[in-house]
């Protein structure tokens, strides 16, 4: 660039002192460098922008908005980093509803029921509403495994999610926990109503039909409670619920046990509908 500026102003014709020359190299020399800077700049900004992405992807998990718009390389570089951000997410995605979801049922498991509870319990808290918790446990699932196999264990298990969806209302929480236990947290819903829920449930799994149990009938015990919002947690509600899923147990199974204060709801056991009981 200066050496440029220098033969154009030679081409004029104009006499060149030692101090104009370094005048123009001067100006030249600052002139090719803020050109240079614009340049570079305009080069850079989007790999700048990537940057920031990816560092908001990183930290805080936001999706950035990647445009491409330019057709050179850097280009190319935002349109491969922003397929490769949605290929993650979709990754992420599924392995979430894996590390979240019962494989055998497709009712969300533990872990899932932990974590949305909590935001649940929260919202019971700022609203002032109940929230009631209903464990329930196959009878004899067992012997179900030992006479008739794993095969048609996992057929009882599968048509009892399926039952529980059917019983249950859209916005309650149903989980399977683990083995042959499972879990709804109610939300709204006092013990009154939970209690009532629950009997049509026990009603609902009475009544199933599952060819390969040869006429014999699955029931399942149920315990009951509604949490004390202003102090109890996941694991305590879940916890006192299970105290009284094994009242139901020691009382004969095939029942709903909730809290002894309350007499008039505290259990109801099934009458006999004609099948075979395992």
Known sequence: MPIIAIAAYVASGAVISAHAVLLIILLA???????????????????????????SYRLEGRIPRLMKQRDDDVGRLTDEVRL??????QKLSRLKRQAFSDML???????????????????????????????LDIDHFKRINDEFGHVTGDEVL?????????????????????????????????IREAVQIAERLREAI??????????????????????????????DMLRIADDYLYQAKDGGRNQV??????????????????????
Not at 124 to 130: D, G, I, L, T
């Open 29 to 55: 020399t600052i002139a090719g460098t803020a050109f240079a800077f614009v340049v570079m700049r305009h080069l850079l900004l989007p790999v700048g922008d990537l940057a920031h992405g990816l560092k």
């Open 84 to 89: 490769l951000i949605n290929s993650l997410e």
């Open 158 to 190: 599968v048509a009892i999610a399926e039952t529980a969806r059917r019983v249950l209302r859209p916005y309650d929480l149903v989980a399977r926990l683990g083995g042959e236990e499972f879990c709804a947290f109610l939300p709204g819903t006092s």
């Open 206 to 235: 009475a009544t199933l039909q599952i060819g390969a149990l040869r006429g014999q009938r699955v029931t399942a015990s149920f315990g009951v409670h509604e949490g004390n919002i202003a102090r109890e947690h996941f694991k």
């Open 105 to 135: 049922t497709g009712l969300g498991n533990r872990r899932w029921l932990a974590e949305v509870v909590g935001s649940e319990i929260a919202r019971s808290r700022r609203e002032q509403k109940p929230l009631s918790v209903i464990v």
């Open 257 to 278: 046990q909730t809290i002894a204060a309350q007499p008039a709801v505290m259990q109801t056991t099934a009458p006999d509908p004609g099948g075979r009981d395992l």
